[in-house]
T-cell receptor, first 114, second 113 residues
Protein backbone atom coordinates (compact mmCIF):
# COMPACT_ATOMS: atom_id res chain seq x y z
CA UNK A 1 0.00 0.00 0.00
CA UNK A 2 0.89 3.67 -0.11
CA UNK A 3 3.35 4.77 2.57
CA UNK A 4 5.62 7.52 3.84
CA UNK A 5 9.20 7.25 5.04
CA UNK A 6 10.80 10.01 7.10
CA UNK A 7 14.36 10.46 8.20
CA UNK A 8 15.11 9.10 11.65
CA UNK A 9 15.41 11.55 14.49
CA UNK A 10 16.06 13.13 16.77
CA UNK A 11 17.54 16.14 15.04
CA UNK A 12 19.32 18.72 17.18
CA UNK A 13 20.23 22.11 15.71
CA UNK A 14 21.50 25.40 16.99
CA UNK A 15 19.27 28.44 16.64
CA UNK A 16 19.46 30.03 13.15
CA UNK A 17 20.74 26.80 11.56
CA UNK A 18 19.30 25.43 8.30
CA UNK A 19 16.79 22.61 8.63
CA UNK A 20 16.05 19.74 6.28
CA UNK A 21 13.82 16.82 7.19
CA UNK A 22 13.64 14.23 4.45
CA UNK A 23 10.39 12.57 3.42
CA UNK A 24 9.83 10.11 0.60
CA UNK A 25 6.64 8.39 -0.37
CA UNK A 26 5.36 5.34 -2.18
CA UNK A 27 2.08 5.76 -4.01
CA UNK A 28 0.35 4.20 -6.97
CA UNK A 29 -1.41 7.41 -7.96
CA UNK A 30 -0.95 11.12 -7.33
CA UNK A 31 -1.44 11.78 -3.65
CA UNK A 32 -1.62 15.09 -1.86
CA UNK A 33 1.28 15.60 0.54
CA UNK A 34 1.33 17.30 3.94
CA UNK A 35 3.59 18.28 6.79
CA UNK A 36 2.07 18.37 10.26
CA UNK A 37 3.73 19.60 13.46
CA UNK A 38 3.05 18.34 16.98
CA UNK A 39 4.12 20.20 20.10
CA UNK A 40 4.49 18.23 23.36
CA UNK A 41 1.17 16.97 24.67
CA UNK A 42 -0.79 18.52 21.81
CA UNK A 43 -2.59 17.37 18.70
CA UNK A 44 -1.28 17.77 15.17
CA UNK A 45 -1.30 21.11 13.39
CA UNK A 46 -1.28 21.35 9.63
CA UNK A 47 1.93 23.13 8.64
CA UNK A 48 1.81 23.06 4.84
CA UNK A 49 0.58 21.04 1.90
CA UNK A 50 1.00 20.41 -1.81
CA UNK A 51 -1.57 18.76 -4.02
CA UNK A 52 0.28 18.16 -7.30
CA UNK A 53 3.75 17.72 -8.72
CA UNK A 54 6.06 20.76 -8.52
CA UNK A 55 3.74 22.53 -6.09
CA UNK A 56 5.54 24.26 -3.23
CA UNK A 57 3.83 24.49 0.14
CA UNK A 58 5.01 27.16 2.56
CA UNK A 59 4.08 28.50 5.99
CA UNK A 60 5.88 30.21 8.89
CA UNK A 61 9.21 30.08 7.03
CA UNK A 62 8.92 26.36 6.27
CA UNK A 63 8.83 25.10 2.69
CA UNK A 64 8.45 21.77 0.90
CA UNK A 65 8.26 20.99 -2.81
CA UNK A 66 6.35 18.03 -4.26
CA UNK A 67 8.91 16.19 -6.40
CA UNK A 68 7.26 13.46 -8.43
CA UNK A 69 10.49 12.36 -10.10
CA UNK A 70 12.13 11.59 -6.76
CA UNK A 71 8.86 10.87 -4.87
CA UNK A 72 9.96 13.30 -2.18
CA UNK A 73 8.53 16.14 -0.10
CA UNK A 74 11.44 17.35 2.04
CA UNK A 75 10.76 19.99 4.68
CA UNK A 76 13.17 22.96 4.86
CA UNK A 77 13.60 26.11 6.87
CA UNK A 78 16.39 28.61 6.44
CA UNK A 79 16.79 29.66 10.06
CA UNK A 80 15.24 27.66 12.89
CA UNK A 81 14.17 29.08 16.23
CA UNK A 82 13.86 27.48 19.65
CA UNK A 83 10.08 27.67 19.25
CA UNK A 84 10.32 25.29 16.26
CA UNK A 85 11.21 22.44 18.61
CA UNK A 86 8.52 19.83 18.01
CA UNK A 87 7.82 16.57 16.20
CA UNK A 88 7.23 16.86 12.45
CA UNK A 89 5.13 14.36 10.51
CA UNK A 90 5.02 13.87 6.77
CA UNK A 91 1.71 12.51 5.46
CA UNK A 92 0.05 11.57 2.22
CA UNK A 93 -3.59 11.55 1.23
CA UNK A 94 -4.57 9.13 -1.49
CA UNK A 95 -7.70 7.60 -2.89
CA UNK A 96 -8.16 3.88 -2.46
CA UNK A 97 -10.86 1.30 -1.77
CA UNK A 98 -13.63 3.86 -2.07
CA UNK A 99 -12.25 6.35 0.41
CA UNK A 100 -9.35 8.74 0.92
CA UNK A 101 -6.59 7.44 3.20
CA UNK A 102 -4.45 9.85 5.23
CA UNK A 103 -1.25 8.02 6.15
CA UNK A 104 1.55 9.35 8.33
CA UNK A 105 5.26 8.78 8.67
CA UNK A 106 6.75 7.95 12.05
CA UNK A 107 7.72 11.51 12.82
CA UNK A 108 11.00 13.35 13.27
CA UNK A 109 11.73 15.09 16.55
CA UNK A 110 13.48 18.43 16.22
CA UNK A 111 15.23 20.12 19.12
CA UNK A 112 16.61 23.64 18.63
CA UNK A 113 19.07 24.86 21.23
CA UNK A 114 19.87 28.53 21.89
CA UNK B 1 -10.85 30.14 14.39
CA UNK B 2 -12.88 26.92 14.16
CA UNK B 3 -11.38 23.95 15.96
CA UNK B 4 -11.98 20.27 16.46
CA UNK B 5 -13.06 19.76 20.07
CA UNK B 6 -12.20 16.61 22.00
CA UNK B 7 -12.91 15.54 25.55
CA UNK B 8 -11.63 14.57 27.95
CA UNK B 9 -8.02 15.75 27.49
CA UNK B 10 -6.74 13.09 29.86
CA UNK B 11 -8.24 9.82 31.06
CA UNK B 12 -6.88 7.22 33.44
CA UNK B 13 -8.79 3.97 33.64
CA UNK B 14 -8.23 0.52 35.03
CA UNK B 15 -7.88 -2.40 32.68
CA UNK B 16 -11.14 -4.20 31.90
CA UNK B 17 -13.12 -0.98 32.42
CA UNK B 18 -15.04 0.82 29.69
CA UNK B 19 -13.90 4.22 28.43
CA UNK B 20 -15.36 6.66 25.91
CA UNK B 21 -14.00 9.66 24.04
CA UNK B 22 -15.97 12.42 22.38
CA UNK B 23 -15.20 14.53 19.33
CA UNK B 24 -16.97 17.54 17.81
CA UNK B 25 -15.59 18.33 14.35
CA UNK B 26 -15.37 21.71 12.72
CA UNK B 27 -18.86 22.82 11.74
CA UNK B 28 -19.79 21.65 8.26
CA UNK B 29 -17.06 19.06 8.00
CA UNK B 30 -18.47 15.86 6.54
CA UNK B 31 -15.43 13.64 7.03
CA UNK B 32 -14.32 12.60 10.52
CA UNK B 33 -11.32 10.47 11.47
CA UNK B 34 -10.25 8.75 14.67
CA UNK B 35 -6.53 8.01 14.98
CA UNK B 36 -4.48 6.29 17.66
CA UNK B 37 -0.95 7.52 18.35
CA UNK B 38 1.34 5.41 20.49
CA UNK B 39 4.11 7.40 22.17
CA UNK B 40 6.96 8.05 19.79
CA UNK B 41 5.09 6.90 16.68
CA UNK B 42 2.94 8.39 13.96
CA UNK B 43 -0.87 8.38 14.11
CA UNK B 44 -2.62 5.28 12.79
CA UNK B 45 -6.16 5.39 11.45
CA UNK B 46 -8.80 3.54 13.45
CA UNK B 47 -11.99 4.62 11.69
CA UNK B 48 -13.19 7.13 9.12
CA UNK B 49 -16.72 8.50 8.72
CA UNK B 50 -18.34 10.28 5.82
CA UNK B 51 -21.35 11.98 7.40
CA UNK B 52 -22.90 9.25 9.56
CA UNK B 53 -21.50 6.32 7.54
CA UNK B 54 -18.33 4.39 8.24
CA UNK B 55 -16.14 4.36 5.12
CA UNK B 56 -13.10 2.65 6.62
CA UNK B 57 -12.82 0.69 9.87
CA UNK B 58 -10.40 -1.94 8.65
CA UNK B 59 -7.87 -1.14 11.42
CA UNK B 60 -10.41 -0.87 14.24
CA UNK B 61 -10.16 -3.78 16.74
CA UNK B 62 -13.84 -4.51 16.62
CA UNK B 63 -13.83 -6.98 19.49
CA UNK B 64 -13.31 -4.11 21.93
CA UNK B 65 -13.55 -0.83 20.02
CA UNK B 66 -16.67 0.81 18.63
CA UNK B 67 -17.33 4.18 17.04
CA UNK B 68 -20.45 6.02 16.08
CA UNK B 69 -21.49 9.29 14.49
CA UNK B 70 -25.24 8.97 14.68
CA UNK B 71 -26.30 12.36 13.32
CA UNK B 72 -23.28 12.93 11.17
CA UNK B 73 -21.91 15.61 13.46
CA UNK B 74 -20.15 14.66 16.70
CA UNK B 75 -18.69 11.23 17.31
CA UNK B 76 -17.91 8.85 20.17
CA UNK B 77 -15.16 6.24 20.32
CA UNK B 78 -15.55 3.53 22.95
CA UNK B 79 -13.24 0.87 24.30
CA UNK B 80 -14.63 -2.00 26.32
CA UNK B 81 -12.81 -3.61 28.00
CA UNK B 82 -9.68 -1.47 28.07
CA UNK B 83 -6.31 -3.23 27.99
CA UNK B 84 -2.88 -2.00 29.07
CA UNK B 85 -1.81 -1.82 25.42
CA UNK B 86 -4.54 0.71 24.68
CA UNK B 87 -2.57 3.43 26.46
CA UNK B 88 -2.04 6.06 23.77
CA UNK B 89 -3.17 9.43 22.45
CA UNK B 90 -6.50 9.26 20.63
CA UNK B 91 -6.80 11.94 17.99
CA UNK B 92 -9.89 13.12 16.16
CA UNK B 93 -9.64 15.00 12.87
CA UNK B 94 -12.12 16.39 10.37
CA UNK B 95 -12.13 17.67 6.82
CA UNK B 96 -14.71 19.49 4.75
CA UNK B 97 -15.01 16.41 2.58
CA UNK B 98 -12.88 13.48 1.54
CA UNK B 99 -9.68 14.42 -0.23
CA UNK B 100 -9.20 17.76 1.51
CA UNK B 101 -6.93 18.82 4.37
CA UNK B 102 -7.65 17.28 7.75
CA UNK B 103 -7.59 19.34 10.96
CA UNK B 104 -6.88 17.73 14.30
CA UNK B 105 -8.14 18.22 17.81
CA UNK B 106 -5.93 18.34 20.92
CA UNK B 107 -6.37 14.63 21.52
CA UNK B 108 -7.26 12.49 24.52
CA UNK B 109 -4.34 10.96 26.40
CA UNK B 110 -5.48 7.56 27.72
CA UNK B 111 -3.57 5.70 30.39
CA UNK B 112 -4.72 2.20 31.30
CA UNK B 113 -3.45 0.94 34.65
Amino acid sequence: GDSVTQMEGPVTLSEEAFLTINCTYTATGYPSLFWYVQYPGEGLQLLLKATKADDKGSNKGFEATYRKETTSFHLEKGSVQVSDSAVYFCALLYSGAGSYQLTFGKGTKLSVIP
Amino acid sequence: EAEVAQSPRYKITEKSQAVAFWCDPISGHATLYWYRQILGQGPELLVQFQDESVVDDSQLPKDRFSAERLKGVDSTLKIQPAELGDSAMYLCASSLRQGLSAFFGQGTRLTVV
